[in-house]
T-cell receptor
Framework: RKEVEQDPGPFNVPEGATVAFNCTYSNSASQSFFWYRQDCRKEPKLLMSVYSSGNEDGRFTAQLNRASQYISLLIRDSKLSDSATYLC????????????FGQGTRLTINP | NAGVTQTPKFQVLKTGQSMTLQCAQDMNHNSMYWYRQDPGMGLRLIYYSASEGTTDKGEVPNGYNVSRLNKREFSLRLESAAPSQTSVYFCAGRDRGLVNTEAFFGQGTRLTVV
């Protein structure tokens, strides 16, 4: 089983739609969780960290469910500029510093 | 603001050749990482280093070696390149001080093995 798994998509949605991605992780001791965004094979960049209580940043909402070992990302009122690949990232036990990526979910927003 | 710098940006190798990919960061990161990215595969961890002088294997270490020369530099070596190692390689650094600190990436090295 992969350490971090995502639905690879692709997701094609119209502008203004709401879209949600899920990601599961296998190591119950994982400490930190993130969503990264990657454009056109450029380097990944942090979209947002995921906190235990859930967190929101504008149109983006991230949730963590430790019991079921999954994290989610919700994008509301999607924009053309949201078209990208979204990568789920999990940091293992803090001392070990192992940072593992999911395979990414490709999102295309259509006008 | 250099951040994380990878060299070279592009490289073509013949099968069997060796080369070293260089990565340097000026962000005082403790942890550094090497990933490879193939189409549809996301980023796969090759090796990582939690601190100067330590290295650990990731998901796909075969065919690679690494060296954490000092806090700033983390190099990736291909001793005998194979076509299966054609990929985009990313180096990243992260400060382990806080739980939710982000990782910063270099711009990538696009390697083709023919």
């Amino acid at each position: 089983r992969k350490e971090v798994e995502q639905d690879p998509g692709p997701f094609n949605v119209p502008e203004g739609a709401t879209v949600a991605f899920n990601c599961t992780y296998s190591n119950s001791a994982s400490q930190s969780f993130f969503w990264y965004r990657q454009d056109c094979r450029k380097e990944p960049k942090l979209l947002m960290s995921v906190y235990s209580s859930g967190n929101e940043d504008g149109r983006f909402t991230a949730q963590l469910n430790r019991a079921s070992q999954y994290i989610s990302l919700l994008i509301r009122d999607s924009k053309l500029s949201d078209s990208a690949t979204y990568l789920c990232v999990v940091l293992g036990i803090e001392g070990a510093q192992k940072l593992v990526f999911g395979q990414g979910t490709r999102l295309t927003i259509n006008p | 603001n250099a951040g994380v710098t990878q060299t070279p940006k592009f490289q073509v190798l013949k099968t069997g050749q060796s080369m070293t990919l260089q990565c340097a960061q000026d962000m005082n990161h403790n942890s550094m990482y090497w990933y490879r990215q193939d189409p549809g595969m996301g980023l796969r961890l090759i090796y990582y280093s939690a601190s100067e002088g330590t290295t650990d294997k990731g998901e796909v270490p075969n065919g690679y070696n690494v060296s954490r020369l000092n806090k700033r530099e983390f190099s990736l070596r291909l001793e005998s390149a194979a076509p299966s190692q054609t990929s985009v390689y990313f180096c990243a650094g992260r400060d382990r001080g806080l739980v939710n600190t982000e990782a910063f990436f270099g711009q990538g090295t696009r390697l083709t093995v023919v």
